[in-house]
């Protein structure tokens, strides 16, 4: 298994903090939250992992180069922000060599890797993804997952008012190759997985709820918040 983790964001609704820290770095108990994602991943079995970068790019690097798992890590740096989609076509080489985790590495994500990992490996024949889901507790401020009787996902609403549930799309996938090579044939191109790919992949998509912890960090109150949950929740596996 690899991986691909988006840390280029600007954080920019974390400021004044991420004026100096970009927000994958940001710490959450004590680790930084990219610290954190590969930690977990390669405990997980997850052998090779690609970071892009932007905003303090040179933080990102040099924590990087000399973190422990170094060796497995490839870094992309982007001069100007490609979007989550745009860094899937720039590195689509990546993709399409075999199964691959695409995860935004600027949430705390605390959950069963290897439950995720197996559930995408029994995955229903024909699906070519898997994508992760939480129980969000503002649904308006997320992707939510429309659901059949089946469990079957079979509609998005994106941050809308008065979406129907609180299912919310985690922003952690496992991707087959032909997702990929379903992206490279979009027209336009694409630009965004949320709102473009993930739609596209309707009938191809298998679902895996998180019953444990997937915390945004986007704003001071949800940082707070996801010291407490992950000092609880670390307290719990000593």
Not at 107 to 127: I, M, V, Y
Not at 152 to 168: D, M, Q, V, W, Y
Request: net charge negative.
């Amino acid at each position: 298994m690899k991986c691909l983790l988006l840390a280029a964001g600007f954080g920019t609704r974390l400021r004044p903090l991420t004026d100096h820290t970009p927000k994958c770095l940001v710490e959450v108990n004590g680790v930084p939250l990219l610290g954190r994602w590969l930690a977990d991943l390669h405990e997980a079995g997850v052998e090779q992992f690609l970071v892009n970068t932007h905003y303090l790019a040179g933080q990102v690097r040099a924590y990087l180069e000399a973190h422990p798992l170094r060796d497995c890590i490839q870094i992309v740096h982007e001069e100007h922000l490609r979007g989550t989609g745009g860094t899937l076509l720039a590195n689509s080489a990546y993709l399409l060599q075999g199964t691959t985790l695409v995860a935004h590495a600027d949430n705390l994500c605390l959950c069963d890797w290897h439950s995720f990992f197996a559930a995408h490996a029994a995955r229903p024949s024909g699906d070519i993804m898997t994508m992760m889901t939480f129980a969000a507790e503002n649904p308006s401020e997320c992707g939510i997952v429309e659901t059949d009787q089946a469990g079957r996902p079979i509609r998005f609403h994106e941050k809308t008012a008065s979406p129907p549930g609180n299912l919310a799309n985690a922003a952690v996938y496992v991707f087959e190759p032909d997702v990929m090579r379903h992206a490279l044939q979009m027209s336009p191109p694409l630009a965004d997985i949320s709102t473009q790919l993930i739609p596209a992949m309707l009938g191809r998509m298998h679902l895996w709820k998180n019953e444990q912890v997937l915390i945004d960090i986007g704003t001071p109150s949800r940082l707070s918040l996801a010291h407490q949950v992950a000092a609880a929740f670390e307290a719990g596996r000593q």
